[in-house]
């Protein structure tokens, strides 16, 4: 039989248990929190190793970088002015063998003017617009001519319509008719126009108008061959006769520099692979290593309680089940149930646990 000292020790094991358990549970979550960290602060050493190497390699990138870029950018300056005086030299080569031309030139449309004026021929006949559409040449002028015409038998009186609608015709019955009237005066008026001064000019002047029509063609084919001698000296190779060689070798200077810099780049960030960053990351390294050395001591301390409070835990399930389990049972196997037992043991309606036990259950 079983007394109430008996139960007691038992109530009072129990709750040693369960509060032996949950300290256990504790540790071990402290122990994951610790583990947590460790991993933490590795993975951010590793970030920081990472941003750390970066920084110091774009810093020694961009130093040079900027050495580059100013380098470039003084071949740029350089090509400019290269460029500027090859065009004047180019321009002037091509006044000094065209000369000739030009001055042929000249004197022929002194002869031009001479030959019209003398002979009284009307100013507007000294235009070329009048010898594109009265004395027409070539298929160049025969396009000028047939677009002349198109704008004027088409786009002016279209044009006179369109300011008509908004103002003179805005209230007309029929408008479309009077667009076509407006077309067919316009169109009429135009080629009387025409007719007039192509009557009146080549029959009173028609031979001095052939002999400016030579003078004409003669200036044209000038300024052919101009253009011509302009395309060949621009496409010349030979740029030795333009004294560009100064530009030349400032540009040659420019990139020798630009290679020599590549390769201090490339021997720095070699110098960096093998030596800075070891030491960055040794450094780096050593700091997080103290770190991770004094939370894993903590882990261990950590592993070593947990170990001791599994063992007593252990101790005190083997204990129950020994000597309290076979006494109460599964049912009155609980603190509570134990302090109700206590109870009835107390008042005096029960001598032993059994005897409480079994009021209990009657």
Same mark, same amino acid.
């Not at 994951?32 to 583990?35: F, L, M, S, V, W």
């Not at 088409?154 to 319509?161: N, R, W």
């Not at 061959?225 to 030795?240: L, M, Y």
């Not at 800075?276 to 700091?287: A, L, N, Y």
């Given at each position: 039989?079983?007394?109430?000292?008996?139960?007691?020790?038992a109530?009072?094991?129990?709750?040693?248990y369960?509060?032996?358990?949950?300290? !256990? /549970?504790? %540790?071990k979550?402290?122990r994951?929190?610790? $583990?947590k960290?460790? *991993?933490?602060?590795e993975?951010?050493?590793?970030r920081?190793?990472?941003?750390?190497?970066?920084?110091?390699?774009?810093?020694?990138?961009?130093?040079?970088?900027r050495?580059?870029e100013?380098?470039?950018?003084?071949?740029?300056r350089?090509?400019a002015?290269?460029?500027?005086?090859?065009?004047?030299?180019?321009?002037?080569?091509?006044?000094?063998?065209?000369?000739?031309?030009?001055e042929?030139?000249?004197?022929?449309?002194?002869?031009?003017?001479?030959?019209?004026d003398?002979?009284?021929?009307?100013?507007y006949?000294?235009?070329?617009f009048?010898?594109?559409?009265?004395?027409?040449?070539?298929?160049?002028?025969? !396009? /000028?001519? %047939?677009?002349?015409w198109?704008?004027?038998l $088409?786009?002016?009186? *279209?044009?006179?319509?369109l300011?008509?609608?908004?103002?003179?015709l805005?209230?007309?019955?029929?408008?479309?008719?009077?667009?076509?009237?407006i077309?067919?005066?316009?169109?009429?008026?135009?080629?009387?126009?025409?007719?007039?001064i192509?009557?009146?000019?080549k029959?009173?002047?028609?031979?001095?108008?052939?002999?400016?029509?030579?003078?004409?063609?003669?200036?044209?084919?000038n300024?052919?061959?101009?253009?011509?001698?302009?395309?060949?000296?621009?496409?010349?190779?030979?740029?030795?006769?333009?004294?560009?060689?100064?530009?030349?070798?400032?540009?040659?200077?420019?990139?020798?520099q630009?290679?020599?810099?590549?390769?201090?780049?490339?021997?720095?960030?070699?110098?960096?692979?093998?030596e800075?960053?070891?030491?960055?990351?040794?450094?780096?390294?050593?700091?997080s290593d103290?770190?991770v050395?004094?939370m894993?001591?903590?882990?261990?301390?950590?592993?070593?309680?947990?170990?001791?409070?599994e063992?007593?835990?252990?101790?005190?399930?083997?204990?129950?089940?020994?000597?309290?389990?076979?006494?109460?049972g599964?049912?009155f196997?609980?603190?509570n149930?134990?302090?109700t037992?206590?109870?009835?043991?107390e008042?005096?309606d029960a001598?032993?646990?059994?005897?409480a036990?079994?009021?209990?259950?009657?």
């Open positions: 039989m079983h007394d109430l000292e008996f139960i007691r020790n109530q009072a094991t129990y709750q040693t369960e509060t032996e358990k949950k300290n !256990l /549970e504790n %540790l979550n402290e994951k929190q610790i $583990a960290g460790i *991993a933490a602060q993975k951010s050493a590793e920081e190793l990472d941003a750390s190497v970066r920084a110091e390699q774009e810093k020694i990138e961009e130093s040079f970088d050495q580059i100013e380098q470039e950018e003084e071949i740029r350089i090509r002015k290269r460029n500027k005086k090859k065009n004047k030299k180019i321009n002037e080569r091509v006044e000094i063998e065209t000369a000739d031309i030009r042929q030139n000249q004197a022929l449309k002194v002869q031009f003017n001479s030959l019209l003398q002979n009284h021929v009307p100013g006949c000294k235009s070329k009048y010898y594109v559409m009265f004395m027409t040449k070539g298929i160049r002028e025969f !396009l /000028e001519a %047939l677009l002349v198109a704008l004027g $088409a786009g002016l009186p *279209a044009l006179i319509c300011a008509g609608n908004y103002s003179f805005r209230d007309a019955a029929n408008k479309p008719m009077m667009f076509a009237v077309f067919w005066i316009t169109d009429v008026v135009l080629l009387l126009l025409y007719i007039f192509l009557n009146r000019s029959a009173e002047y028609k031979p001095v108008l052939k002999e400016g029509r030579r003078i004409q063609d003669r200036i044209r084919a300024r052919k061959q101009i253009d011509a001698t302009r395309d060949v000296i621009w496409k010349d190779k030979d740029e030795s006769q333009y004294g560009l060689d100064h530009y030349d070798e400032r540009q040659a200077e420019a990139e020798a630009i290679a020599r810099i590549q390769q201090e780049k490339e021997a720095a960030l070699t110098q960096f692979e093998t800075t960053r070891k030491q960055i990351e040794g450094t780096i390294r050593t700091q103290g770190v050395a004094g894993q001591a903590e882990e261990s301390e950590k592993e070593a309680a947990i170990a001791a409070k063992e007593a835990v252990s101790q005190l399930r083997a204990k129950i089940t020994d000597e309290y389990e076979p006494v109460f599964k049912e196997s609980r603190p149930k134990m302090a037992l206590i109870r009835i043991m008042e005096g001598s032993t646990v059994e005897d036990i079994a009021i209990v259950k009657s």
